[in-house]
């Protein structure tokens, strides 16, 4: 079975659509480069919103963050928000530790990070 | 312009305080603090809670104005204490007064070693702040082989007056890259060696930190420490890594060695820019730990992550 696995959604909230991208298992060095392909074919599309649910994420290192951080770069540029969803706790904590969740929105589900 | 002490002042002073006696220590902190406020300077101390109220006594109101920590708790991983120290001169415009006691009598020897690269890394950290740091010893109660490191480690000396300290080595002399090897592990270790799997690394070390005895988010907080030194295994070399877990009663220990050089000792010691995409690796492994051993050199990065198994207080 693969460390981590994505599966990709759109979704419309209030008639506005977004994007939805699952992530599940464990997200490392070893597969933040398929990660970013699987982010940055979506970031392509330009959605308007981009939500990362990260209840499936049982762990996540810096540099996954780091892939994180670069596409909300281009998320910023292409006037789109990126917003994570419902973080487990060392996820969570990892995200504070790194002032990652000042630079991104981080909601508790899915539901709050489209109603933005 | 004219002539202001405060202008002559502004430059980077790093002095070491032995000190014996209560009364000598209170009136030589406080001074130093005095001094500072009487200029309109912002003044921190991080010292142990007894010595907070012995400052406190001295200075009476003007106590109010200095931002007192406890140090015990703050330089618990002495890795936490110059980001907490950058942060205050970062929020106080002009000339900054510090005192830190990073040192007493209770630190065990890996603490004492964290806490005298914390020495060295201040002489960098803070080589062009607007900054005046007061570190004092207790030359009573500490080790003669510490006293001697603190002369080693602080430019200047004050014992009544100051003076420059004849022994003071330059940093990268007293640098991990050139301090001794870490004393060798304890009869017991598990060993693992890995390449590519971070997964079962972390499988590993959560497994023993459950059996330690480890919080589950304490346990967590080690198990990102641990794969984030192994994943700049795969970054930085070519070759597998070895890990080796180990655990008493106190505490429980996982050390991580590869053949990667860490150049820069300040490395994790400063908190990356959020939006930084690089360098949290090792800000994190000393953010989560209790302490942070490492030693660097050509030959290979040793970094010894130490969590208490009962869980301490810690700041933020």
């Known amino acids: 079975m693969d460390l981590l696995t994505t599966s990709v959604a759109t979704a419309e909230s209030d008639t506005e659509p977004y994007t939805l991208v699952l992530l599940d ?6 597969n933040c480069n398929a990660l970013r392909e699987v982010l940055e074919a979506e970031v392509a599309k330009q959605p308007r919103t981009l939500i990362l649910d990260l209840s499936g994420l049982r762990f996540m290192d810096s540099s996954a963050l780091h892939v994180i951080l670069r596409v909300n770069r281009t998320m910023d540029r292409q006037g789109g928000v990126l917003a994570l969803a419902c973080p487990r706790d060392p996820v969570a904590k990892m995200l504070r530790l790194t002032a990652g969740d000042q630079l991104l929105p981080v909601y508790a589900t899915v539901d709050e990070a489209t109603a933005g | 312009m ?7 002042e502004a430059c980077f002073k790093h002095v070491c305080f032995f000190y014996q006696a209560e009364a000598e220590y209170a009136a030589t902190v406080a001074g130093f603090l005095r001094a500072g406020l009487a200029g309109g300077e912002a003044a921190f101390a991080a010292v142990p809670p007894d010595k907070i109220s012995l400052i406190r006594d001295a200075l009476g109101a003007d ?3 200095v931002e007192f920590a406890d140090m015990t708790t703050l330089g618990r991983n002495p890795a936490w204490i110059i980001p907490q120290v950058l942060a205050f001169i970062g929020a106080h415009a002009g000339h900054v007064r510090y005192v830190g006691e990073p040192i007493w009598a209770a630190c065990g020897p890996a603490e004492v070693r964290a806490a005298m690269q914390h020495e060295t890394l201040i002489n960098l950290a803070f080589a062009d702040a607007d900054a005046e740091i007061l570190c004092p010893y207790d030359i009573a109660a500490l ?7 603190a002369r080693r480690t602080h430019p200047l000396l004050s014992s009544g007056r100051r003076s420059m300290s004849p022994e003071y080595a330059v940093p990268s002399d007293t640098l991990p890259s050139r301090s001794l090897p870490l004393p060798a592990l304890t009869n017991g270790a598990m060993y693992h060696t890995y390449r590519t799997d971070l997964s079962q690394v972390r499988a590993l070390v959560l497994q023993h930190a459950r059996e330690a005895g480890l919080t589950e988010s304490r346990a967590d907080d080690l198990v990102l420490a641990v794969s984030e030194v192994a994943a700049n295994t795969l970054r930085h070399t070519q070759s597998s890594g070895t890990l080796a877990v180990w655990h008493d009663r106190d505490e429980i220990v996982c050390e991580v060695h ?4 860490i150049a820069n000792p300040q490395a994790g010691r400063r908190r990356p820019a959020p939006d930084a995409t690089g360098g949290h690796g090792l800000w994190l492994v000393h953010q989560v730990c209790d302490l942070v051993e490492l030693h660097s050199d050509a030959s290979g990065t040793t970094i010894r992550m130490h969590m208490a198994i009962q869980p301490p207080e810690r700041n933020g």
Request: a negative charge; zero cysteines; hydrophobic letters at 35%.
């Open chain 1, 25 to 30: 298992g464990e997200a490392d060095v070893t």
């Open chain 2, 2 to 8: 004219a002539y202001s002490p405060a202008t002559a």
């Open chain 2, 63 to 65: 106590a109010g104005n």
């Open chain 2, 143 to 149: 080790d003669p082989a510490v006293i001697a490191d």
């Open chain 2, 258 to 261: 590869d053949e990667g050089t």
